[in-house]
């Protein structure tokens, strides 16, 4: 795909950023208002303490915007990822970060720790994983990455066999609630634990995104990276402890959501090109709406007889995402693996 | 000016460097010729700053290159690698602004000012052309003379290159090495390049640096270090010096 303009200024991210806005304040009103059960605005604004408000403010609008803020985290961390260890698969779900994360929150459930204590444990567990992934998958002192995919498959086997453990050792109730945690799930959020994933995420956003002009040349290796004058180490630490804040967040309210990461961040590349300056806040709001649209048709397309099925978000980022990684593997392996 | 003292550099239990004294001035062109794995790439890695664990000094104007941080070296000394992988297909124009990373401001947008230097740089370098073309389409030769523009978009006063010429056709070899020769003239710039060409060295560079096993030799006219003595050693190669009805010397190899 030819683009026509190649130069960021100032205009054009403007420009950009605005349509982008725009989109996910459409996306926004219509998910809350259209889905299933049906809510009208009517009801909603004007009617005294009926049950389509209570379902309004305590159950459909926590959702819709964990649902964005987790969509916006994993895209950005994808892009992330993808940079700064110059491969186009990475993807916290795959490199076994979001496992990772998710061992730590099945951690903290099983202690039954806070839900502040369960963000930090998870948030560890996520950067241990990362450093270790990244430590394992240099060969020689150079990223491969075959080794990289495959250590991120041997960490996914490695967490989840964890998690099942001990998901064997706890009782009932806690189990329920890990398997809730393995499938990936928008459901049964607080306003407490949205306040705390906007304030996590919302941080890494913008952190990431006022250091998005280093990915550029730090998509180049390291050596590179040095050449054009970006202290490469000193920055990948930051992305690297910002990056695991957002999965780990992520992951311990909502769980293993895979293939937002990879999904959305190459569609944006697509039509946007690869300058990470524009991709980054781009994937943010990208990512925000990727992932609302899925927990749409994820709770409102299947239904048996009368009754709409809830199915969990994982699986409708699944069903499209795996397709899509399979997609691009066939069509990049010749100059990756 | 660029200058190395007693330069030595160790990469595991290996010595790579051994006591080099070298030095680039503005407004020179100097070539540095030696065979695979001799040091000359390890050579450039110091003085880019890519290897701060060197022993004996490498300063530019005095100060050691260890103190100044990678932003204000890459204002002052560009390099040109062999070559980069590019994982996502940026165009090449996007590639030759990144030349302007070490320049943008705290937002990071591109100024007029940075695509004006970036045209600028692909033009001088025969880049212009395919500017809009994603950088994974280009050929070897293509993406060689977008590494030269993207430094020349750094606006340095000394640019090192690291073996420009393998992957361009000859036409190429000789505009590059013209376009080298003029930026030391013309800009005032202290060119360093490592390069096999010995013939094109000769014609171009003002001296010659050789490099064997670590150790460097010569750093005087081509006419002085390029003899059929020396390069038999350096090279382990007969040659002889052939003179063309204009004057000109040329290497032919046996």
Known sequence: MMRKTTTLTTKRFGFIMGI?????LVTLVLVTFFGRPALSMNEILFSESSWAREIFYYVRLPRVLLGFLVGAALSV??????SLLRNPLADPYILGVSGGAALGGVVGLALGLSFQLMLGVSFIFALLSLVGIYWIAQVGGRLSSSSLLLTGLMFNAFAFALVLLINALVEIGQSQQIIYLLMGSLEATSWN???WLFAIVFLGVIVTTLLS????VMSLGEEAALRLGVNDQKLRKIFFVVSS?????SVAVAGLIGFVGLFVPHVLRLIFGPDHRLLIPASALGGGIFLVVCDFIARSVVTSGEVYLQLPVGVITALTGGPFFIFLLRKQRASIL | MIETKNLSLTLGDKLILKEMCFHLKRGEFVGILGPNGSGKTSLLRVLSGIYPNYSGSATLYLIPTKNLKPKGLAQMIAVVPQEEHFPFSYSALEVVLMGRTPYVGFAGFDSAEDCEIARLAMQQTDCWSFATRPVDTLSGGEKQRLLIARALAQKTPFILLDEPSTHLDLAHQQSTFTLLKRLAYEQNMGVACITHEINLAHQYCD??????????LGGDTPKSVLTVEKIKSVFGISSQMVTTCDGKAYHVFL
């Open chain 1, 193 to 195: 634990t949205v306040l």
């Open chain 1, 20 to 24: 982008l806005f725009a989109a996910s």
């Open chain 1, 77 to 82: 961390t994808g892009v992330n990822f993808q």
């Open chain 1, 213 to 216: 002009k280093n990915l550029n």
């Open chain 2, 207 to 216: 001296r010659i640096y050789l490099i064997k096993e670590g150790h460097l």
């Open chain 1, 245 to 249: 804040l957002m999965v780990g967040a």
